[in-house]
């Protein structure tokens, strides 16, 4: 059975728990919000010593199950206030799950700066004094060196250690590229702690037992074939995310000049098609990359300069969208840099490149210029008092430069969907307990469901809960977002996935299984903000969304508010 790994940094000290009935049926996601919920007072000061990190192994992580391994990430946000998890690719879930560990709780706060390193033989606590506000980079290369191409690691930039709001935590890949759990400041909340790393070694453990390895491996196998038979997962691995770059452009959706207009002239620059051509021709470059073992679409990429030097890995749609368009940058090089640097300092590349374009909007540099976006975004690395407002995201950039057009809900940055468009996915940005989040609840028009229109003012809210829960369930079973996206359009599948579940936990669950686990963990989040003090006033989109028409559709955000109130009453009942 799976263990729970609590370690109290305060003093040094950790043990193995039981992992309590409640909790087995959880992981990921779901597995995180229910500690927070149950360990941390809802009015806790978020980068207090009341507050907890917790790292979460999804239900199926480290089994044979495609895309498998998201490491979720729990704790309460220094940048929404609420309840929040973030979760990455990478290794270190798989890893955890070897050691037998479902999830790790960080109490307390370290007297100095620490490692902490997890093997099997329990915890070690080691000094980090020598890694004192490195970029991530240079701490990846130092701590592969010293402990080896076996572990994984977790870790902060300069950004989690200097407490900034948009601070992200990093996750190795099996190849120690980047990966982040960017959203909600959780990397603040790692520095609050004085934990600058920890290191996952899982050398010598024994090989992960499952329930019934036969059922899995069928159940897996028919989710195998399923995912990579839906169009949308050759045309992730051939463009990768930036692929939705032309896609939600001729939408009219596409983030451009802080969200005043829909469309942006230099899309077809930062878009994956000419991503991929730029990629072609340059040496070293990689189209084609997978961020977890197990990964069956492999949608990452390695970008590269000219002369064939890694940029970044990888260089995807969220940060082209809201570090691109929306700061009207179009030089891919720029883009990929800026985003080297966010990964370096430990930073959201969203709430950043948000921040940044309400500074533009506000005058302090001018509309698409890549490179003193980059200069502005490296003084947080200097805690110069400019930078320090742009590493602690948009909402209190925008507020300092009084901005009034401020993009984000609950503290957080919109990702990159305008929602005058896509409707379904603003009442996602207004509802979801986690704030303005594209992960939570994304409403896409799709070929398969040809009566759904994203435009419409009504019917949206229940478009939003049926995708709200569902990606809770996919958050809490670790898998990752993009194989679960083509099961949407092939529910006879959804049978194969909670096979899946039948056989690693060995418990039994009926066809409603995903639904319930996902409106289970939407309970506990609504409960744990109504509790920190969130009221329905807190989901609502800024008012600009309602009153600015967008060019060039003309639409603005008319879902009633009485309908976005219906959007998640799963608490309630
Ligand atoms: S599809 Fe992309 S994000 Fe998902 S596991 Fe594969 S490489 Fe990582």
Redesign the pocket.
Known sequence: MKKLLRVDLTRKQFRYEDIPPVYARLGGRGLTSKIVSEEVPAKADPIGAENKLVFATGILCGTPAP?N?RLSVGAKSPLTKGIKEANA?GSAGQKLARLNIQAVVVEGVAEELLVVRVSKDGVTFLSAANYKELGNYELFDRLKEKYGNGISIISIGPGGERLLKAASVAVSSPDFKIRMASRGGLGAVMGSKHLKAVIIDDAGAERLEVGDSAKLKTAAANLTKGILAHPFAEG?RQFGTPLLVNMINALGCLPTKNYSIGQFEGAEKISGEFMAETMAKRPNSQAV????NG?V????NVYVDEKGEEIVS?LEYETLGLTGSNCMIKDLDDIARINRLCNDLGLDTMDVGAAIAVAMEAGILPWGDGKAAYALIEESRKGTQRGTMIGNGCEETGKKLGVVRIPTVKGQSLSAYDPRVLKGTGVTYATSPMGADHTCGLALPSPTNPDYDPTASTGQASVSAFLQWYFAAIDSLGI????SLPLLDMPELHKDLIECAIAVTGQTFDENYLMNLGISVLTVEKRFNEAAGFTGKDDRLPEFFRKEALSPSGLVFDVPEAELDTALRYHEQ
Do not use: D
């Open positions: 895309n391994g690719g992730l990359h997978r961020c977890m990964c679409i492999s949608c990452s990888g990752c977002l993009f194989a």
